[in-house]
């Protein structure tokens, strides 16, 4: 199958800075299993790691989060990004971040405003990137570091299961637990949503 049969295209954005990269589908495909976190987002904080544009962010302001912070290496991606949040009243800030100068990178470019938690951390298509520019260490560190600060979700896509099965570990280390699945999308790899603390028990009528 090629890429026009299966639905795929790379976005023409997704250029340098230092070589080629792509992302698949269109903005609707890269909401694929999200779309029940949005109905409990309003009022939360958010971290967009890897955000890229920002577009998955944008539909969490439409649904009422209450700030948004966001890092890409890919500074035409963050300076859009900028640009469309200065459409919301929310505080937003979005800064070039090379992720695998690990948590250091991040902490220098967000200053004191780097919270200490954020409601929703999003993990979205960065996973598998970071595998083919860095060591599994410096990925670790990172992972561990953005599970602490998840105060209540962490949100991960990557490009297969055995990849976010490497992630569970650490996300269990770090106290939460899987509470969402979804593989529906035959464009973008699964995603899966970790709730800190126990997952409280279905209670409905019998
Ligand atoms: C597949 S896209 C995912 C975009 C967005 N999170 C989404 O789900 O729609 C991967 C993103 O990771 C960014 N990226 C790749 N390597 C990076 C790195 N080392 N540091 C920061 N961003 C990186 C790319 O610029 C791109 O925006």
Redesign the pocket.
Known sequence: MNEQDSGMRACPQ?TPPDGP?T?YGFHGD?LAGLRDLFQYARGLSVL?I???HG??SLELARRGVSLVHG????EP?VLAARAIFDEFRIPSRFEV????GGPEALQAAFGADHLPRYDIV?F???YH??KD?TSDAVIERLVRHLAARAARYFVV?ASSSALLDELAPMLSDAGMSKVHFSALSRVVGPLEIWQRGDVSPYIGTS
């Open positions: 997704e990269r992302v890269r967009d890897a955000m890229n577009l998955v890092c890409d290496y890919h991606g971040v090379d992720l695998t999003l979205l298509g960065i990137k970071l520019q896509r």
